[in-house]
């Protein structure tokens, strides 16, 4: 299990490979390349609740094992607690080896909302 960020310098990427299956023709483990596209992460200060709610937002990749359950990226009740209850951060917390095992890959973008001062008071939808 673990976190990442992306990278515009390195051009980060991540491979997914299952270490048992070559494929025929070239003789490459079989598996993805992900290739994260770089967004910007949460803006809301440490430690603030917008910022204990929503974990899910300070890291680009979230990867860990697959349990039947992990469903919340954000939390279980995220619009309705303190602070995020059984998501992403909780199952990366667990740190179980993910190497040949099922696991989720998670990758957060497009998540901050910059609103404009034409926005103030009201957000269009």
């Given at each position: 299990?673990?976190?990442?960020?992306?990278?515009?310098?390195?051009?980060?990427?991540?491979?997914?490979?299952?270490?048992?299956?070559?494929?025929?023709?070239?003789?490459?483990?079989?598996?993805?390349?992900?290739?994260?596209?770089?967004?910007?992460?949460?803006?809301?200060?440490?430690?603030?609740?917008?910022?204990?709610r929503?974990?899910?937002?300070?890291?680009?990749?979230w990867?860990?094992?697959?349990?039947?359950?992990?469903?919340?990226?954000?939390?279980?009740?995220?619009?309705?607690?303190?602070?995020?209850?059984?998501?992403?951060?909780?199952?990366?917390?667990?740190?179980?080896?993910?190497?040949?095992?099922?696991?989720?890959?998670?990758?957060?973008?497009?998540?901050t909302?910059?609103?404009?001062?034409?926005?103030?008071?009201?957000?269009?939808?």
């Amino acid at each position: 299990a673990g976190l990442a960020d992306t990278s515009l310098q390195s051009n980060r990427c991540f491979k997914i490979v299952n270490e048992a299956k070559r494929n025929p023709v070239s003789g490459n483990l079989v598996g993805f390349k992900i290739v994260p596209q770089p967004s910007q992460l949460i803006l809301a200060r440490p430690g603030s609740v917008t910022r204990r709610r929503a974990r899910v937002g300070e890291y680009h990749v979230w990867v860990s094992r697959y349990q039947d359950g992990d469903l919340w990226a954000g939390g279980r009740w995220t619009n309705q607690s303190l602070e995020e209850i059984d998501g992403v951060a909780d199952y990366v917390a667990r740190k179980e080896n993910v190497r040949s095992q099922d696991l989720f890959f998670r990758h957060t973008y497009g998540l901050t909302h910059n609103p404009r001062v034409e926005d103030f008071p009201v957000i269009p939808h």
